[in-house]
């Protein structure tokens, strides 16, 4: 059972239309990651938000929007998106500190823009 | 920057068989972590095993294990008895030691298939 829960798991939209990705998490964790995935490629990372504060932005076009609401969601809003943005989207969180280094992930969003 | 390998895209075992997975990276740090990351066509990416580089025994967990050479800079995965479910495409990750801002460093990834 994954503990990092994300909503939609499908979603299709239109290059026109506005959309949002959902994450929730209970483990206590205070970071929280967006990343993306293509088809048989590594993940690569979008967005780090530690104590709900954006930490890193990978350079992410601004068509993508995250939030983090409080410290157990993390959203990302998606507007005016391109066909070449359809992938799977993974959000994953971990202890902020040391303890074991390691990222939950949840089972992803997959996302196709006609 | 630090940069992980995995020079083997695609690999085969047959079910009981053992395998075993590379995995090379390149730092300069001393403290970092490493993993082993699998991805089910299911998508959702699950630990399998991490390795802490200060510790020079090598992690197991059941039929997995890992052969860390701190020295040589390589981390591979052996999989044990192998069955069916372990098909997924396989990822190693690379860690500094530290907080949230330390970015997990994937692999290109591994796809094994298990063949009955």
């Known amino acids: 059972d994954t503990e990092v829960t994300q909503t939609p798991k499908h979603l299709v939209m239109g290059m026109t239309n506005k959309k949002s990705l959902k994450c929730e998490q209970h483990m206590g964790h205070r970071a929280m990651y967006w990343y993306k995935q293509k088809a048989k490629k590594p993940p690569e990372l979008m967005f780090v938000?530690?104590?709900?504060?954006?930490?890193i932005n990978e350079s992410v076009p601004s068509r993508f929007s995250p939030e983090c609401p409080n410290s157990s969601l993390l959203n990302l809003h998606l507007h005016a998106l391109q066909p070449e943005d359809s992938a799977l989207y993974l959000c994953a969180s971990s202890p902020s500190d040391r303890a074991t280094g390691e990222l939950f992930f949840g089972e992803g969003s997959r996302l196709t823009v006609l | 920057a630090q940069t992980v390998t995995q020079s083997q895209p695609e690999m085969s075992v047959q079910e009981a068989e053992t395998v075993t997975l590379s995995c090379t990276y390149d730092?300069?740090?001393?403290?970092?972590?490493l993993f082993w990351y699998k991805q089910p066509p299911s998508r959702q990416m699950i630990l399998v095993i991490r390795q802490e580089a200060y510790k020079q025994q090598n992690a197991t967990e059941n039929r997995f294990s890992v052969n860390f050479q701190k020295a040589a800079k390589s981390f591979s995965l052996k999989i044990s008895d192998s069955q069916l479910g372990d098909a997924a495409m396989y990822f190693c990750?690379?860690?500094?030691?530290?907080?949230?801002?330390?970015?997990?460093?994937f692999g290109t990834g591994t796809l094994l298939a298990v063949q009955p």
């Open positions: 990750a690379y860690r500094d030691y530290g907080g949230a801002t330390n970015k997990l460093i």
């Open positions: 938000y530690s104590y709900e504060k954006l930490s």
């Open positions: 730092t300069s740090e001393s403290d970092y972590y």
